[in-house]
């Protein structure tokens, strides 16, 4: 939270360079992979597709999709002070603060969203639910707000809509198809049943 950020900047820090650290031992799986082919397949018939992420890592990028991270990334530091934004994946020492590189702020923080902060890309993600005539939910628990929201709010204009979760999460409705199971299991499964609905 940014009131522990406050209180205890140095815990949070190590609690997220650790995070960072894990990122370069970590590969995107099969259903980032097949992800990026569905989005290819939809660009290819004309249509739009978007990408919106809880996840705070980079791997939906590195299997070559554009997500919009509404919770922000971990491989991004943010200052405070100015607001500039830094990619970086060296620096990751627990015990060295990172200053920043224009205004020479003695600390970047993490640039992700904590608890009591509005999450990013907010309108483009309306936008994109707003218009949607399918809508995927991978992983989800359904308990996060906003992000809980959107199933519901792709619902109410009429799209189509497909879960993916270990076990059905608190959001679902009878209407939308579950598949459960793990995303890397399921996902491949649940995009070529979408794949199938749009050839018809």
Same mark, same amino acid.
């Given at each position: 939270? +940014? ?29 980032? *992979? ?5 989005? &290819?397949?939809?660009?290819?018939? %004309? %249509? ?8 705070? #890592? ?5 299997? %070559? ?26 620096d990751?020492?627990?015990? &060295? ?13 993490? #640039? ?6 509005? +999450?990013?890309?907010?309108d ?30 792709? &619902?109410?204009?009429?799209?189509g ?14 209407? *939308? ?10 996902? +491949?499964?649940?995009? *070529?049943?979408?794949?199938d609905?749009? #050839?018809?």
């Amino acid at each position: 939270t +940014p009131e522990a950020w406050r209180r205890d900047r140095a815990m949070v820090w190590r609690f997220y360079q650790a995070r960072r650290a894990q990122l370069g031992t970590v590969r995107p799986n099969a259903a980032h *992979d097949a992800l990026v082919g569905f989005e &290819r397949s939809v660009q290819a018939r %004309g %249509g739009e597709f978007t990408l919106i992420t809880q996840n705070v #890592d980079d791997l939906h990028e590195r299997a %070559g999709s554009h997500p919009l991270h509404m919770h922000g990334e971990i491989s991004v530091l943010r200052c405070e002070r100015c607001g500039r934004r830094f990619r970086n994946h060296e620096d990751v020492d627990p015990e &060295r603060f990172v200053p920043c590189a224009i205004c020479h702020h003695d600390a970047l923080r993490p #640039d992700v969203v904590w608890f009591g902060e509005v +999450p990013l890309h907010l309108d483009d993600i309306e936008r994109a639910v707003a218009t949607c005539s399918h809508f995927v939910a991978i992983g989800t628990s359904g308990a996060v707000w906003p992000a809980a929201g959107l199933l519901h709010a792709a &619902r109410g204009r009429g799209a189509g809509t497909w879960v993916q979760a270990l076990e059905e999460p608190d959001n679902i409705a009878a209407v *939308d198809r579950f598949f459960a199971g793990r995303a890397i299991d399921a996902v +491949p499964a649940l995009l *070529d049943e979408i794949e199938d609905a749009l #050839d018809r």
